[in-house]
């Protein structure tokens, strides 16, 4: 067995089984054409296909510069080619690319390399390229394309996170992963359960010091009184402050988010998920909105289609969900929205 380090790209297609169960004759031929294509890219580029199984590529490049270059021509490619065919026809690939240790037997490659690459292009949305950082490291500065850290992502079967970056490419999803925008990594997850375990902590105290005031109250004969702060009892600021936490608080949580969108959009329905904690909206990039103590929200979040652009989106929460609209800004493109609170 041969030790070495290579740049590994691994890739397949995007909803392939519903597209062969669609139109299977159509498909087959669509991929053989589409993996001449892929095939002339990445021999351009330097590389070598070691594997294939059905739709799946996986491909070895001497420098991690030649595989994202391949990654970025082939999608440009490929977009450009799914313009003949409706939405749901397209054959889009999702791209993993990664830099690893790999072992060579008889021309095949074996180890973590691969199976990171593997990783990395699950979390790649269609269309999309996501590296580690190692590739991110090697590349940024050589290639003119730009990179969204999507942080650390616990996967499959690797014990250790993996810190990954997207190539916000043309027609690309830009920071979205094909899991949606952005899910919670391990670190992120322990913060949102320690944050409700503070809230829990708070009210099981007051209603301990509550309790022993009665008591209190009843053996002395007395009215029971909590007897609050001096900052928020003498201040009907600080209580109405406290009153609309109190509100705020029903909408705390992850929410889906599913979008069904005009003639004028791209994608004509997308999901992604959101976190709301104490009236802010949070997605992966950081705040991006805020709930009234009424219901009504407002947040934006970068375009599928274009990362550039910019959704706003706007409407209303009750209990565990809520509906709306949003527009794309600078473009035709807007519909409706519908959320659902998962906890």
């Known amino acids: 067995m041969k030790r070495k380090i290579s740049a590994i790209l691994a890739a397949d297609i995007s909803g392939y089984s519903r597209l062969v169960a669609e139109d299977e004759e159509e498909t087959i031929r669509r991929l053989a054409t589409y993996r001449e294509v892929?095939?002339?890219f990445v021999?351009?580029?330097?590389?070598?296909?070691f594997n294939t199984a059905g739709d799946a590529v996986l491909a070895e490049f001497p420098s991690a510069v030649d595989a994202v270059r391949c990654a970025v021509d082939v999608q440009e490619s490929f977009r450009t080619r799914n313009l003949a065919y409706a939405p749901s026809r397209h054959m889009s690939f999702r791209i993993g690319i990664t830099i690893g240790d790999v072992i060579e037997r008889e021309g095949d490659l074996l180890g973590d390399g691969v199976n990171i690459a593997a990783r990395l292009e699950a979390l790649a949305a269609p269309g999309g390229i996501c590296v580690s950082r190692s590739v991110y490291e090697q590349v940024r500065n050589k290639i003119s394309v730009r990179f969204d850290d999507i942080g650390e992502q616990y996967v499959k079967n690797i014990p250790n996170a993996i810190h990954a970056y997207v190539v916000a490419v043309q027609g690309s999803p830009g920071?979205?992963?094909?899991?949606?925008?952005?899910?919670?990594?391990?670190?992120q997850k322990?913060?949102?359960t320690?944050?409700?375990a503070v809230v829990?902590?708070?009210?099981?105290?007051?209603?301990?010091?509550?309790q022993k005031q009665h008591d209190a109250a009843q053996t002395k004969g007395a009215t029971p009184m909590i007897k609050l702060p001096m900052s928020v009892a003498d201040s009907s600021e600080g209580a109405k402050r406290t009153g609309a936490a109190g509100v705020l608080s029903r909408f705390d949580g992850l929410w889906d988010v599913s979008l069904s969108g005009n003639e004028h959009c791209v994608y004509r329905n997308s999901e992604f998920r959101?976190?709301?904690a104490n009236g802010g909206i949070r997605q992966s990039s950081g705040e991006s909105g805020k709930v009234e103590a009424n219901g009504d929200f407002r947040f934006t979040t970068p375009s599928r289609a274009n990362p550039s652009l910019t959704v706003s989106l706007f409407g209303r929460l009750s209990s565990n969900?809520?509906?709306g609209t949003y527009n794309v800004i600078g473009s035709k493109c807007g519909g409706t929205i519908a959320l659902k609170q998962l906890n």
């Open 321 to 323: 969900a809520g509906e």
């Open 190 to 192: 322990n913060w949102l």
């Open 274 to 276: 959101i976190s709301i």
């Open 43 to 49: 021999t351009r580029c330097g590389g070598r296909i």
């Open 38 to 40: 892929f095939d002339d």
């Open 200 to 210: 829990v902590a708070i009210a099981f105290l007051l209603i301990l010091i509550t």
């Open 194 to 196: 320690a944050g409700v």
């Open 175 to 187: 920071g979205q992963t094909a899991r949606g925008p952005w899910r919670l990594a391990a670190p």
